[in-house]
T-cell receptor, first 113, second 117 residues
Framework: LAKTTQPISMDSYEGQEVNITCSHNNIATNDYITWYQQFPSQGPRFIIQ???TKVTNEVASLFIPADRKSSTLSLPRVSLSDTAVYYCLVGDRGNTGFQKLVFGTGTRLLVSP | GAGVSQSPSNKVTEKGKDVELRCDPISGHTALYWYRQSLGQGLEFLIYFQGNSAPDKSGLPSDRFSAERTGGSVSTLTIQRTQQEDSAVYLCASSPGPRDSPNYGYTFGSGTRLTVV
């Protein structure tokens, strides 16, 4: 499984756009990129997943360049409630469609008023 | 059910005792995973079940750890002769299935906080 590298922590203010970049230089052809959010005392929550180019949902956008060696999670206009740990993961869905996710230490985002 | 349910939510046990942690995945989810998270740390993969296939046990830290999944639904993680280093939050997750599923993410439970004293 590809190893990921992301900043340990980031600070932002309410209303700003936050971009968290993840490096995955050894990503394989079959690997997908997935981001999770975790609040204290809760399990991680799926945010977004992509393979290439750009993916957008109601929560975030995911930008993946052509070489797929990195990805950027973009959170528009963050609020205090976006303070959490964000995990970037890459993994192969496998022949049966499942992927064994390996979590790194994540990026701790702190949003201040 | 509406989400992944884990029980108990908290468990305090004495060193050397056995514990059982339970996970009820989302109905219809064929894949089930166990992770462990120590205080302030990332998630450590333990084991995953995939339909009727043999489970991937590659993440289990020792032979004191075992897990079962009965009838393709409920799973139990058992830790024998608990040690203080087993103290952590044990998280269960389930996943819906086919690669063309529009929502491919895992759904996690709230975890069981295990404290070994």
């Amino acid at each position: 499984l590809a190893k990921t590298t992301q900043p340990i922590s980031m600070d932002s203010y309410e209303g700003q756009e936050v971009n968290i970049t993840c490096s995955h230089n050894n990503i394989a052809t079959n690997d997908y990129i997935t981001w999770y959010q975790q609040f204290p005392s809760q399990g991680p929550r799926f945010i977004i997943q992509g393979y290439k180019t750009k993916v957008t949902n109601e929560v975030a956008s995911l930008f993946i360049p052509a070489d797929r060696k990195s990805s950027t999670l973009s959170l528009p206009r963050v609020s205090l409630s976006d303070t959490a740990v964000y995990y970037c993961l890459v993994g192969d869905r496998g022949n049966t469609g499942f992927q064994k996710l390996v979590f790194g230490t994540g990026t701790r985002l702190l949003v201040s008023p | 059910g509406a989400g992944v349910s884990q029980s108990p939510s908290n468990k305090v046990t004495e060193k050397g005792k056995d514990v059982e942690l339970r996970c009820d995945p989302i109905s219809g989810h064929t894949a089930l995973y166990w992770y462990r998270q120590s205080l302030g740390q990332g998630l450590e993969f333990l084991i995953y079940f995939q339909g009727n296939s043999a489970p991937d046990k590659s993440g289990l830290p020792s032979d004191r750890f075992s897990a079962e999944r009965t009838g393709g639904s409920v799973s139990t993680l058992t830790i024998q002769r608990t040690q203080q280093e087993d103290s952590a939050v044990y998280l269960c997750a389930s996943s819906p299935g086919p690669r063309d599923s529009p929502n491919y993410g895992y759904t996690f439970g709230s975890g069981t906080r295990l404290t070994v004293v």
